[in-house]
């Protein structure tokens, strides 16, 4: 065993990379508040988008039967348009031989426009009680509704009953939908219909309060006298013959241009005008309707022979009774409502395009899936012939390099591991200026084992690819393995890492890395993600010649291969990557081999996890960016650009950053759509994730009991990937550096034999 030791003395200045590392550091805060901002936005643009297209919670229905015993008789024997001065309740009919058409439950983008078309053309105006969130998402119909003469009243937001709401939500619901009217129209309205409200005779002691709390507030209610029933879709005839009043009598009618099918709607108004003008009927407003009362004159909306001079004058009357129950939006209100419009409009655009997204990356996961599972297979019964073989059996001694900075705890583990190799090797450990004793430690773990193969270089820290193109140079042999300094093999790792290497093209070997304290939740998640994410992955990348990364815990390169490359790269935080692609760049064969097992230790704490996950991910897009031009590399060096930077780029960055839109879609449907359905879908795609992680465990003969973790990782550990990779992604685009962060070990993974 020999040492090499550097001059002592005065401390080192920082590298060119640590100093950009240490300026980088102070922007990574700002990053993952940008990062969770993102997310917290996509949320909140999902919440209101379900908000908006559904009703949320409560809303129960009167039932039938309900009492009526604290609704003065004056009102249930009333008309249908209730209103409140001095804290006294009033009832106003609508005249003989007149026509209060009103509209619930629109704005619609479909049957909205037809029937302001249909009024226009008879020069009918009409009371429309709008929903709020309907009102936000097409706010252009309801200022066409408005300019074009026609009245506007509130029918609440989400189209909840109020009859079993709390105040505050009487009160949102309100002031949500006068925002909405703000933003679109510049109006606010005192006008009111309650959802599932009929005749005054239906009101009862649960519904009355709302009634009277927001008459005190300036509300007139407006019941009807007599009900289509359009929304049954009974037929053309049937709506019109249900929407006449008896005789000649007066009447608030009910239609409605949303909220299902509204063809015979339609078709059957033009008939129900044409109808009603030649029974002698006019059409007016709700405000029409009252200010007749006021003036003691009934509006007409023109004579009853239909003559134009007298419908001409009408609209203009019915215009001008038509802001009656209007109020101009100012100042706050407008400015508020504006924002709801625009928010609205942002949601409408991001919800859709997400929803176009989800379909893609969904077909994306699932061809990965495909993809690995067929060519998985294909790989391993190729590779598990009897005939199969890589040439002559591989018997020279290799070089063993072992970077390793602050290893204290687990040098002695991985030396002793080397020390059972059943194939001829020299180690090197690398101690790249550890402060904690590591080269005395594995100098005495040498001497103590017995290896005089073992020569442990020290040099001043300068990082993992320096200590690596240390060890390289200073290699005895042809063939060098890598591995961290956490990390153990099995007896016969070596063995069957470098028998690859008897074929002349292969230039360099992933092996199989394993994790070793995997008796923690973390460590099991972790577990679960190598054999299935990694290792699955591998064999069809070694499949499809264009594996992207040989691991930096087991790996074995071609000596002159990676002096050919100029050695491992400081240029990025991923230096095993970055090989890998100059590998294939060089024209060398990059393979897995997956008898070849070593076993590491993965960070122990979440925080430690997203540091080595960050470093990793930024790292690989760095290294994807390097080697960019790899795209129009001609010939076998191209390969890994015409295939490999594709799917990498498809599958490790661009599919797991949109893939919580899966998620997204999940809770936003089980809460706003279908729960069931929801959570049938979502079991459906973990029970394919399980199938392909459970054929990943067979071939790796791992056991199956560690599956059980599956659910509770999908939920937790994925969902922290994924900001993960997010955060990755803002720190590309924002040009940050990071350094080789150092994780803390504890020495817990010994030897394989001790390894479940």
Same mark, same amino acid.
């Given at each position: 065993m020999t040492t090499t030791t550097p001059s002592r003395g005065r401390r080192r200045a920082p590298t060119r990379m640590e100093r950009a590392a240490g300026k980088a550091a102070a922007l990574q805060k700002p990053r993952v508040i940008l990062a969770l901002l993102l997310l917290l936005g996509l949320t909140s643009v999902m919440l209101l988008d379900g908000y908006l297209r559904a009703e949320v919670g409560g809303?129960?229905?009167?039932?039938?039967?309900?009492?009526?015993?604290?609704?003065?008789?004056?009102?249930?024997?009333?008309?249908?348009?209730?209103?409140?001065?001095?804290?006294?309740? $009033?009832?106003?009919?609508?005249?003989?031989? $007149?026509?209060?058409?009103?509209?619930?439950?629109?704005?619609?983008?479909?049957?909205?426009?037809?029937?302001?078309?249909?009024?226009?053309?008879?020069?009918?105006?009409?009371?429309?009680?709008?929903?709020?969130?309907?009102?936000?998402?097409?706010?252009?119909?309801?200022?066409?509704?408005?300019?074009?003469?026609?009245?506007?009243? !509130?029918?609440?937001?989400?189209?909840?009953?109020?009859?079993?709401?709390?105040?505050?939500?009487?009160?949102?619901?309100?002031?949500?939908?006068?925002? &909405?009217?703000?933003?679109?129209?510049?109006?606010?309205?005192?006008?009111?219909?309650?959802?599932?409200?009929?005749?005054?005779?239906?009101?009862?002691?649960?519904?009355?309060?709302?009634?009277?709390?927001?008459?005190?507030?300036?509300?007139?209610?407006?019941?009807?006298?007599?009900?289509?029933?359009?929304?049954?879709k009974p037929g053309v005839s049937k709506i019109v013959q249900w929407a006449t009043p008896s005789g000649t009598s007066g009447a608030s009618v009910l239609m409605h241009d949303a909220g299902g099918d509204?063809?015979?709607?339609?078709?059957?108004?033009?008939?129900?005008?044409?109808?009603?003008?030649?029974?002698?009927?006019?059409?007016?407003?709700?405000?029409?309707?009252?200010?007749?009362?006021?003036?003691g004159a009934r509006f007409l909306g023109g004579d009853q022979n239909g003559d134009r001079a007298g419908t001409e004058a009408g609209?203009?009357?019915?215009?001008?009774?038509?802001?009656?129950?209007?109020?101009?939006?100012?100042?706050?209100?407008?400015?508020?409502?504006? &924002?709801?419009?625009?928010?609205?409009?942002?949601?409408?655009?991001?919800?859709?395009t997400l929803s176009v997204g989800l379909v893609i990356v969904g077909v994306a996961v699932m061809g990965r899936f495909g993809m690995m599972l067929v060519l998985a297979r294909r790989h391993h019964r190729q590779r598990n012939r009897r005939r199969f073989s890589w040439g002559p059996t591989v018997t020279r001694p290799v070089t063993v390099i072992v970077p390793a900075y602050n290893e204290k705890e687990c040098i002695a583990n991985t030396l002793e591991s080397l020390a059972r190799s059943t194939h001829p090797i020299e180690v090197i450990v690398v101690d790249d200026g550890s402060s904690d004793g590591t080269s005395e430690i594995a100098r005495e773990a040498a001497h103590r084992l017995g290896m005089t193969n073992v020569r442990v270089i020290r040099q001043e820290n300068a990082g993992k690819p320096a200590a690596l193109n240390n060890g390289?140079?200073? &290699?005895?042999?042809? !063939?060098?393995?890598?591995?961290?300094?956490?990390?153990?093999?099995?007896?016969?790792?070596?063995?069957?890492?470098?028998?690859?290497?008897?074929?002349?093209?292969?230039?360099?070997?992933?092996?199989?890395?394993?994790?070793?304290?995997?008796?923690?939740?973390?460590?099991?998640?972790q577990h679960i993600e190598y054999v299935m994410g990694f290792n699955l992955d591998r064999r069809m990348y070694d499949l499809l010649r264009c594996m992207p990364t040989i691991p930096g815990a087991i790996g074995a390169f071609r000596r002159e291969a990676v002096l050919q490359v100029g050695g491992m790269s400081?240029?990025?935080?991923?230096?095993?990557?970055?090989?890998?692609?100059?590998?294939?760049?060089?024209?060398?064969?990059?393979?897995?081999?997956?008898h070849a097992r070593a076993w590491t230790e993965a960070p122990g704490s979440l925080k430690q996890l997203w540091s080595q996950r960050y470093r990793w991910s930024y790292g690989t897009m760095q290294a994807l960016w390097k080697h960019r031009k790899s795209l129009t590399d001609k010939g076998p060096s191209g390969r890994f650009g015409r295939v490999g930077m594709p799917l990498v780029v498809i599958f490790q960055i661009v599919t797991p950053v949109f893939a919580p839109l899966i998620d997204v879609f999940t809770a936003y449907s089980m809460i706003f759509v279908d729960f069931r359905a929801a959570l049938y879908a979502w079991l459906a795609v973990l029970g394919i994730?399980?199938?392909?992680?459970?054929?990943?465990?067979?071939?790796?003969?791992?056991?199956?009991?560690?599956?059980?973790?599956?659910?509770?990782?999908?939920?937790a550990y994925r969902q922290m990937m994924y900001l993960v990779l997010i955060h990755s992604c803002i720190t590309a685009l924002t040009g940050g550096r990071l350094r080789w962060q150092k994780l803390k070990r504890t020495g817990e993974v010994g030897t394989p034999a001790g390894v479940g």
């Open positions: 809303d129960e229905r009167v039932r039938d039967g309900a009492s009526s015993s604290k609704v003065p008789d004056k009102i249930l024997d009333g008309g249908p348009i209730v209103s409140f001065r001095g804290g006294q309740a $009033t009832t106003t009919s609508v005249p003989a031989r $007149t026509i209060a058409l009103t509209f619930d439950d629109g704005p619609n983008p479909t049957y909205t426009p037809q029937v302001l078309k249909i009024l226009e053309k008879y020069d009918v105006p009409a009371t429309f009680f709008v929903v709020g969130s309907m009102v936000s998402r097409y706010p252009g119909i309801v200022k066409d509704m408005v300019d074009q003469g026609n009245e506007v009243g !509130i029918h609440t937001f989400t189209h909840v009953d109020l009859s079993y709401q709390s105040d505050a939500r009487i009160r949102r619901e309100m002031t949500q939908t006068q925002l &909405a009217l703000a933003g679109a129209a510049g109006i606010t309205t005192t006008l009111f219909r309650a959802p599932y409200s009929s005749e005054t005779d239906a009101i009862d002691n649960y519904s009355w309060p709302v009634y009277e709390k927001l008459g005190e507030e300036g509300y007139t209610s407006v019941f009807v006298d007599t009900d289509s029933d359009d929304w049954k509204r063809e015979q709607t339609i078709a059957a108004l033009p008939k129900y005008i044409e109808k009603m003008r030649a029974k002698g009927y006019t059409f007016t407003t709700i405000s029409g309707v009252v200010e007749a009362q006021n003036t609209t203009e009357a019915g215009t001008r009774r038509l802001q009656a129950a209007h109020r101009e939006a100012t100042g706050t209100t407008l400015y508020e409502g504006k &924002a709801l419009v625009a928010a609205v409009a942002v949601a409408e655009y991001t919800v859709p390289v140079r200073s &290699a005895s042999h042809d !063939i060098v393995v890598m591995m961290d300094g956490d990390t153990v093999f099995e007896p016969d790792t070596v063995r069957q890492l470098v028998q690859p290497f008897a074929n002349d093209e292969v230039g360099a070997v992933a092996g199989n890395a394993k994790v070793g304290n995997r008796n923690t939740v973390i460590g099991a998640w400081e240029d990025t935080l991923a230096e095993d990557t970055d090989i890998t692609i100059a590998m294939h760049r060089a024209g060398w064969r990059v393979v897995y081999q997956e994730q399980l199938v392909c992680a459970a054929y990943a465990f067979r071939l790796d003969k791992e056991k199956y009991r560690y599956l059980l973790m599956m659910p509770l990782q999908q939920l």
